[in-house]
């Protein structure tokens, strides 16, 4: 069954340090991959998404993700944390012809230390 | 453009009650899909509803259901409440088309607490 890991349920950086985010997927097909941003007490935002039109993927607030099918990854990470970056994140696919079903990985919590 | 909306945006109920969340696509949308999320089992798809038929359905016993409105707004009900039913209930809307150039743009989401 299609499914995605996040390796880590909690990361702490300190403000203006590399963020990395893991995501792994397992499939023989290269889904579609998503993610995801929650902040406390609000809906999903989506961050950025790989559709196979190009491996780098650029998102909103400095993000971006390499889809690595040798690894079968799709790491997020942003250069220099900020303390707006505290959230939690959330890696998800797609099957093909499955419009609509996201998948979810069980979410990693972002803490930014001042 | 006004984004997602759900209501309400927080319920209390019962064991054994049931219950009817509404979500309110973003205009022009075709496509809602509904999603539970809890600290256990995290987010987990529901179903989802184009052109008010139901398109995909996810593990969820029979007490879970939802539906479409020809405006597209869209009602998924619970009936016999448990306990653990307890979680937020997220609906995101799309155009429903093919994944490649489509995005689900998620609501606020309804907590439920089940008492």
């Known amino acids: 069954a299609q499914s995605v890991t996040q390796l880590g349920s909690h990361v702490s950086v300190s403000e203006g340090a590399l963020v990395l985010l893991r995501c792994n997927y397992s499939?023989?097909?290269?889904?579609?991959l998503f993610w995801y941003v929650q902040y406390p007490n609000q809906g999903l935002q989506l961050l950025l998404k790989?559709?196979?039109?190009?491996?780098l993927v650029k998102g909103i607030n400095g993000f971006e993700a390499e889809f690595k099918k040798s690894e079968t990854s799709f790491h997020l990470t942003k250069p220099s944390a900020h303390m707006s970056d505290a959230a939690e994140y959330f890696c998800?696919?797609?099957?093909?012809?499955?419009?609509?079903?996201?998948?979810f990985g069980q979410g990693t919590t972002l803490q930014v230390k001042p | 453009k006004a984004g997602v909306t759900q209501t309400p945006r927080y319920l209390i109920k019962t064991r054994g009650q049931q219950v009817t969340l509404s979500c309110s696509p973003i205009?022009?949308?075709?496509?809602v899909s509904w999603y539970q999320q809890t600290p256990g089992q995290g987010l987990q798809f529901l179903f989802e509803y184009f052109s008010e038929t139901q398109r995909n359905k996810g593990n969820f016993p029979g007490r879970f259901s939802g539906r479409q409105f020809s405006n597209s707004r869209s009602e998924m009900n619970v009936s016999t409440l448990e306990l653990g039913d307890s979680a937020l209930y997220l609906c995101a809307s799309s155009l429903g088309g093919p994944v490649a150039t489509d995005t689900q743009y998620f609501g606020p989401g309804t907590r439920l607490t089940v008492l």
């Open positions: 998800a696919v797609i099957l093909s012809g499955n419009t609509g079903k996201l998948i």
């Open positions: 499939s023989s097909v290269p889904p579609y």
């Open positions: 205009s022009g949308h075709r496509s």
């Open positions: 790989y559709t196979s039109a190009a491996t």
